[in-house]
């Protein structure tokens, strides 16, 4: 086992969820800044939110193409992922690997032939629905869940015939199990807490948790303070060790990864961003508090020396940091 005080020396971080982007609704002012943080505090690899359910329109391949020219026009510093291999040759070459993901299906718009434009161009996982109803099944925010419709399960075999990961955080439980029995993939579910930790619609059930590492997925924890605990705004790594712990000790270590969910430039957010779409939040508490907190990519080494302190071994704790996520891209891409 490594000194707690330090994360595995051939640790690569995966971060399955930030945000905040390059480009459309979810541009960030400061992302060069935000992705230098990244890069410095040794994140290895971060899936970018390009668009979500709200979000869809027809400007979402104009979002992804300025996407793709910020990373490609920066070839000494990032690795735009095609494969799982480009990861560890991103981490071989000290630079950050990078690609993009849909928070819902609504991007998407009916079609199942955009499913593979969108990978090919680099969307290498998507959430089937965010927090409300679409076209594919309901969210976590609907109070009858109806399950998976008909072109939700078409969409599944086709994201999964493509290569594109199937992602179930912001989805209904039924939508989300009904999902998981169709599917012939791993499947993961991106950036979520326990609900058995803390009971939040956002938060999965143990069952489904189950599910999903049956299938050979991965389940993410994020740091955002509202789904952490009813302190809300506490989004310490002994937090979310607990989400980690639980999550280990259910299904094993080998399901558990990183989804951060990260909000580095929460000014923007709140003011440019979320009050403008109060719709998407009008449940769940997301906009009671004027200062909500998020843990940043800064808390991951804390989180690995708890893990290691309680008696995880330096593979397990290299499986959480990265190494999980990159064996379920591996088998989708």
């Known amino acids: 086992m490594m000194p707690s005080s330090e994360l595995p020396a051939d640790a690569?971080?995966?971060?399955?969820?930030?945000?905040?982007?390059?480009?459309?609704?979810?541009?960030?002012?400061?992302?060069?800044?935000?992705?230098?943080?990244?890069?410095?505090?040794?994140?290895?690899?971060?899936?970018?939110?390009?668009?979500?359910?709200?979000?869809?329109?027809?400007?979402?391949?104009?979002?992804?193409?300025?996407?793709?020219?910020y990373f490609l026009s920066r070839p000494d510093r990032f690795v735009f992922v095609e494969k799982a291999s480009d990861i560890r040759t991103a981490r071989a070459q000290r630079k950050t690997a990078v690609n993009l993901h849909f928070q819902g299906s609504n991007p998407v718009l009916g079609d199942l032939k955009l499913v593979e434009a969108y990978r090919r161009l680099g969307v290498g996982h998507m959430l089937l629905a965010y927090n409300?109803?679409?076209?594919?099944?309901?969210?976590?925010?609907?109070?009858?869940?109806?399950?998976?419709?008909?072109?939700?399960?078409?969409?599944i075999a086709e994201m999964q015939r493509v290569g594109m990961i199937v992602d179930l955080s912001h989805v209904g439980t039924r939508t989300a199990m009904e999902a998981v029995e169709v599917a012939t993939r791993p499947v993961i579910i991106s950036h979520s807490n326990s609900k058995a930790v803390f009971d939040h619609d956002r938060n999965v059930p143990d069952d489904l948790v189950k599910a999903v590492a049956a299938t050979g997925g991965v389940i993410g924890v994020n740091g955002v303070g509202l789904f952490l605990s009813a302190a809300r705004h506490d989004i310490s790594a002994g937090l979310i060790a607990r989400h980690v712990q639980h999550f280990a000790d259910l299904v094993g270590a080998d399901h558990v990864g990183i989804g951060m969910d990260s909000v580095p430039d929460v000014r923007t957010f709140l003011e440019l961003f979320a009050r403008k779409n109060a719709d998407r939040y009008r449940v769940g508490g997301y906009l009671q508090s004027q200062t909500p907190q998020f843990a940043g990519p800064e808390v991951i080494p804390q989180i690995a020396e708890i893990l290691l302190?309680?008696?995880?071994?330096?593979?397990?704790?290299?499986?959480?940091?990265?190494?999980?996520?990159?064996?379920?891209?591996k088998a989708a891409w």
């Open 132 to 155: 409300y109803r679409n076209l594919a099944g309901d969210g976590c925010h609907e109070r009858a869940d109806g399950g998976l419709s008909q072109f939700g399960r078409e969409l």
């Open 309 to 329: 302190r309680s008696g995880w071994t330096s593979a397990e704790v290299r499986g959480f940091l990265g190494e999980n996520w990159l064996r379920v891209m």
């Open 12 to 69: 690569i971080i995966c971060d399955m969820t930030l945000p905040q982007g390059p480009a459309g609704p979810l541009e960030t002012p400061l992302f060069d800044d935000v992705m230098l943080a990244r890069s410095r505090l040794g994140v290895t690899f971060t899936s970018v939110t390009i668009a979500s359910d709200e979000l869809a329109g027809s400007e979402i391949l104009r979002w992804i193409a300025a996407a793709r020219h």
